[in-house]
């Protein structure tokens, strides 16, 4: 059997194949004939008419199409562009994903270390620099802590990484952390303009990271889904966060959820189908995905989202 998921989808789908077969016209040899003789005639009539548009020679016209058929019309990428710039971001705060692969039989070494480190940070850098979360992998990546920090803007990025190196204390806290990790890695987001980031919170249960790499160019067709989607969820749970990539791994997107637990995950996410347009968030946006993966994480006592 179907599940209901499944079912509603291809319902739309199918909704969809038929709208698009009713609207559709033939388009016979004959008419395609009848039509460009049409248009020759109007053309001979406007031709008349100045137009301060310059012809094109044959290259230009060749150069013209490929470059509209690769990257679009001109007038949709500047469209695109200041969507883009203007927003998609919520342009208030600039966030950095950390992710720590930390070497088996050793995460308790590191935790107790991140748990002097990282407030020692918040403490010396405030209000420029918060924590926004730190977790450790309960499903998904084992052995890997996940941290997420906000800075006031990217001065403030910068200024904290050069204060970083001059800090006695952070280097020596760093250097014993060093040797526990297989590797890290580091990314810089934005925040969606429509989804903040949530302030602390003590909620306790399970959070989740569902992170996205898109296709390439989808991103503004990603965030016009979601806007929606975001709306239904909000119904049945309280979004965490959602961040879209600029430096590092490209073309991301990160989602962060909390739940009292993985039981009542699964039953509010089941719910999230009865809600006007969660079905068509879904059908528009899984074909945008070029890879997924979720992370249930545990926050870490000093965590500020825990």
């Given at each position: 059997?179907l599940?209901?998921?499944?079912a509603?989808?291809?319902r739309?789908?199918?909704a969809?194949?038929s709208?698009?077969r009713a609207?559709?016209?033939?388009?016979?040899t004959a008419?395609r004939?009848s039509?460009s003789?049409?248009?020759?005639?109007?053309d001979?009539?406007?031709?008349?008419?100045?137009?301060?548009?310059?012809?094109?020679t044959?290259?230009?016209?060749?150069?013209?199409?490929?470059?509209s058929?690769?990257h679009g019309?001109?007038?949709?990428?500047?469209?695109?562009?200041d969507?883009?710039?203007?927003?998609?971001?919520?342009g208030?705060?600039v966030?950095e994903?950390?992710?720590?692969?930390?070497?088996?039989?050793c995460?308790?070494?590191?935790k107790a270390i991140v748990?002097e480190?990282y407030?020692?940070?918040?403490?010396n850098?405030s209000?420029?620099?918060?924590l926004v979360g730190s977790?450790?992998t309960?499903?998904?990546?084992?052995d890997t802590?996940i941290h997420?920090w906000e800075y006031?803007?990217y001065?403030?990025?910068?200024?904290?990484y050069?204060?970083?190196?001059?800090?006695?204390?952070y280097t020596e806290?760093?250097?014993?952390?060093?040797?526990?990790l297989r590797?890290r890695?580091?990314?810089?987001?934005?925040e969606f303009?429509?989804?903040p980031t949530h302030?602390?919170?003590a909620?306790?249960g399970v959070?989740e990271l569902?992170?996205?790499?898109?296709k390439?160019?989808?991103?503004l067709?990603w965030e016009?889904n979601?806007?929606?989607?975001v709306?239904?969820r909000k119904h049945h749970?309280?979004?965490?966060?959602?961040?879209?990539?600029q430096?590092?791994?490209?073309?991301?997107v990160h989602?962060?959820?909390q739940?009292p637990?993985?039981?009542?995950r699964?039953?509010?996410?089941?719910?999230?189908?009865?809600?006007n347009?969660w079905?068509e968030t879904?059908?528009?946006t899984?074909p945008?995905?070029q890879?997924m993966s979720?992370r249930i994480?545990?926050?870490m006592?000093f965590?500020?989202?825990k």
């Amino acid at each position: 059997m179907l599940s209901p998921a499944r079912a509603t989808l291809l319902r739309i789908s199918a909704a969809r194949y038929s709208a698009l077969r009713a609207t559709a016209q033939p388009f016979s040899t004959a008419s395609r004939l009848s039509s460009s003789r049409s248009d020759g005639a109007r053309d001979g009539q406007e031709g008349a008419v100045a137009t301060d548009e310059p012809k094109r020679t044959l290259p230009q016209k060749a150069s013209h199409i490929v470059r509209s058929i690769l990257h679009g019309s001109e007038q949709v990428r500047q469209e695109t562009k200041d969507t883009l710039s203007k927003v998609l971001a919520r342009g208030k705060y600039v966030h950095e994903l950390s992710t720590h692969r930390v070497k088996p039989g050793c995460m308790d070494k590191y935790k107790a270390i991140v748990a002097e480190l990282y407030p020692l940070i918040v403490r010396n850098h405030s209000p420029r620099v918060k924590l926004v979360g730190s977790w450790e992998t309960d499903i998904g990546d084992l052995d890997t802590a996940i941290h997420v920090w906000e800075y006031q803007g990217y001065p403030a990025l910068s200024r904290a990484y050069s204060e970083y190196r001059a800090d006695s204390a952070y280097t020596e806290l760093h250097q014993k952390l060093q040797p526990l990790l297989r590797d890290r890695k580091s990314q810089i987001m934005l925040e969606f303009q429509f989804w903040p980031t949530h302030p602390p919170v003590a909620k306790g249960g399970v959070y989740e990271l569902r992170s996205y790499t898109l296709k390439s160019g989808t991103l503004l067709e990603w965030e016009q889904n979601w806007r929606v989607g975001v709306e239904c969820r909000k119904h049945h749970e309280v979004p965490m966060g959602a961040w879209f990539s600029q430096l590092g791994n490209l073309n991301q997107v990160h989602h962060l959820w909390q739940y009292p637990d993985l039981q009542l995950r699964k039953e509010v996410r089941e719910a999230a189908w009865s809600e006007n347009g969660w079905p068509e968030t879904v059908l528009n946006t899984v074909p945008l995905i070029q890879k997924m993966s979720s992370r249930i994480m545990l926050p870490m006592p000093f965590s500020s989202l825990k």
